[in-house]
Nanobody, 111 residues
Framework: QVELVESGGGLVQPGGSLRLSCAVS????????MAWYRQAPGKQRRELVA???????TNYADSVKDRFTISRHSSNTLYLQMNSLNSEDTAIYYC?????WGQGTRVTVSS
């Protein structure tokens, strides 16, 4: 049984940082293609934020390049380090592995 549980969201001021975590069971994070998506308020679709492939390649949405970093840990956890946050980063962030999704964690960037 696959389960993805996100944590680490919250309220942060513009320019601040957050690290999101996704605790994964049922899939080996180190050899899977994993991703973070987000859904902004009022938007119907989730957008890809960052992805790490099974062989370790990463790709990012243009809007987060050089600010966000996706990584995975031997504890079977996926991370998203988010720096220099701005209001456009406000969204619910979801962890994804193939057909499976977490429940999401909310990030609000506001002063």
């Amino acid at each position: 049984q696959v389960e993805l549980v996100e944590s680490g969201g919250g309220l942060v001021q513009p320019g601040g940082s957050l690290r999101l975590s996704c605790a994964v069971s049922g899939i080996n994070v180190s050899i899977a293609t994993m991703a973070w998506y987000r859904q902004a308020p009022g938007k119907q679709r989730r957008e890809l934020v960052a992805r790490v492939t099974a062989d370790g390649n990463t790709n990012y949405a243009d809007s987060v390049k050089d600010r966000f970093t996706i990584s995975r840990h031997s504890s079977n956890t996926l991370y998203l380090q988010m720096n220099s946050l701005n209001s456009e980063d406000t969204a619910i962030y979801y962890c994804n592995a193939y057909a499976w999704w977490g429940q999401g964690t909310r990030v609000t960037v506001s002063s």
